[in-house]
């Protein structure tokens, strides 16, 4: 599968609904279903990789090997989360570089103080907003091909600062560079329509499940004025969930159901993950013996 440009997705109209990938697991599943764009949450990857709160613990390098992972597997274009870009304006530079090297079709950065937190979780604070727009200036800059990696400028200014001030900071970012704007956390669909109408870039809606921004579908963001949309919670909540009801069933005694819904077929998920290949090099190369049968 060829990987769509994220530039001419938007550019041509097409409204965009990424789902979130929190491991290489759900990296295949989402190559089944089929996707032109995925998002690497910074949340998710941390928990499935480290079980760690996302609170800017993780480094620029662990982060960088797990969505450099996320790309080598997933068949579509990753839009993926840098936190703060880890640090100051030279960790921005050198983070666009690592992340665009990985195949990324978008980095995000935020405009938070580092260590950065969850944008749904409490006591966030951000940093000046010309700071944060010499960040976003930094970003653009440092890639080699502006058309093939958007920058992606998040504000966090709503808790702490109010929706007026973070409308301010997001027109600001667009105007330092950013290719895509993000108000983070927004509280109501009436937010996200005056947020929509009064910031000159396009925007991208967060629908984090849990979080404080209402849970819209892709047709009704599009009609609100959104370009694109992540939904960044959405597998990794879902897969806890059914890895607790196993758990559960084996904790009273019981069988997990194979039935299909249940339980993901073992044979089909051998092909996803590549065994199909694996299988065909062994019978060309290492001369794997034939299967003996009875009689």
């Given at each position: 599968?060829?990987?769509?440009?994220?530039?001419?997705?938007?550019?041509?109209?097409?409204?965009?609904?990424?789902?979130?990938?929190?491991?290489?697991?759900?990296a295949?599943?989402?190559?089944?279903?089929?996707?032109?764009?995925?998002?690497?949450?910074?949340?998710?990857?941390?928990?499935?990789?480290?079980?760690?709160?996302?609170?800017?613990?993780?480094?620029?390098?662990?982060?960088?090997?797990?969505?450099?992972?996320?790309?080598?597997?997933?068949?579509?274009?990753?839009?993926?989360?840098?936190?703060?870009?880890?640090?100051?304006?030279?960790?921005?530079?050198?983070?666009?570089r690592?992340?665009?090297?990985?195949?990324?079709?978008?980095?995000?950065?935020?405009?938070?103080?580092?260590?950065?937190?969850?944008?749904?979780?409490?006591?966030?604070?951000?940093?000046?907003?010309?700071?944060?727009?010499?960040?976003?200036?930094?970003?653009?800059?440092?890639?080699?091909?502006p058309?093939?990696?958007?920058?992606?400028?998040?504000t966090?200014?709503?808790?702490?600062?109010?929706?007026?001030?973070?409308?301010a900071?997001?027109?600001?970012?667009?105007?330092?560079?950013?290719?895509?704007v993000?108000?983070?956390?927004?509280?109501?669909?009436?937010?996200?329509?005056?947020?929509?109408?009064?910031?000159?870039?396009?925007?991208?809606?967060?629908?984090?499940?849990?979080?404080?921004?209402?849970?819209?579908?892709?047709?009704?963001?599009?009609?609100?004025g959104?370009?694109?949309?992540i939904y960044?919670?959405?597998?990794?909540?879902s897969?806890?969930?059914?890895?607790?009801?196993?758990?559960?069933?084996?904790?009273?005694?019981?069988?997990?159901?194979?039935?299909?819904g249940?339980?993901f077929?073992?044979?089909?998920?051998?092909?996803?993950?590549?065994?199909?290949?694996?299988?065909?090099?062994?019978?060309?190369?290492?001369?794997?013996?034939?299967?003996?049968?009875?009689?």
């Open positions: 599968m060829t990987r769509s440009a994220l530039k001419a997705a938007l550019d041509a109209g097409d409204f965009i609904a990424a789902p979130g990938l929190y491991d290489m697991i759900s295949v599943v989402a190559n089944k279903i089929g996707f032109d764009f995925v998002y690497a949450s910074g949340y998710w990857l941390t928990a499935s990789g480290y079980g760690l709160p996302d609170a800017g613990i993780v480094s620029y390098t662990q982060m960088l090997d797990r969505v450099a992972t996320l790309c080598r597997t997933v068949n579509a274009g990753v839009i993926a989360d840098a936190d703060t870009g880890f640090g100051g304006l030279l960790n921005v530079h050198h983070t666009v690592g992340y665009e090297a990985a195949g990324v079709a978008a980095i995000q950065i935020e405009d938070q103080e580092f260590p950065k937190k969850c944008g749904h979780t409490p006591n966030k604070r951000v940093i000046a907003p010309q700071d944060m727009a010499e960040k976003v200036r930094v970003a653009c800059a440092a890639r080699s091909s058309e093939a990696m958007l920058v992606i400028a998040r966090d200014a709503r808790q702490p600062e109010g929706f007026d001030a973070a409308i900071r997001a027109n600001l970012y667009a105007e330092a560079g950013a290719d895509i993000f108000v983070e956390a927004l509280h109501s669909e009436d937010e996200m329509r005056a947020a929509c109408a009064a910031v000159r870039a396009p925007m991208m809606a967060n629908m984090a499940h849990g979080g404080q921004t209402p849970i819209l579908t892709p047709e009704a963001l599009k009609a609100i959104y370009s694109l949309a960044p919670a959405m597998t990794a909540l897969a806890a969930a059914a890895v607790e009801k196993s758990l559960a069933t084996l904790k009273r005694g019981q069988i997990p159901s194979e039935a299909p249940d339980m077929n073992f044979s089909e998920f051998n092909t996803l993950i590549g065994f199909e290949d694996v299988w065909a090099f062994e019978k060309k190369w290492a001369k794997v013996p034939p299967l003996e049968t009875a009689g």
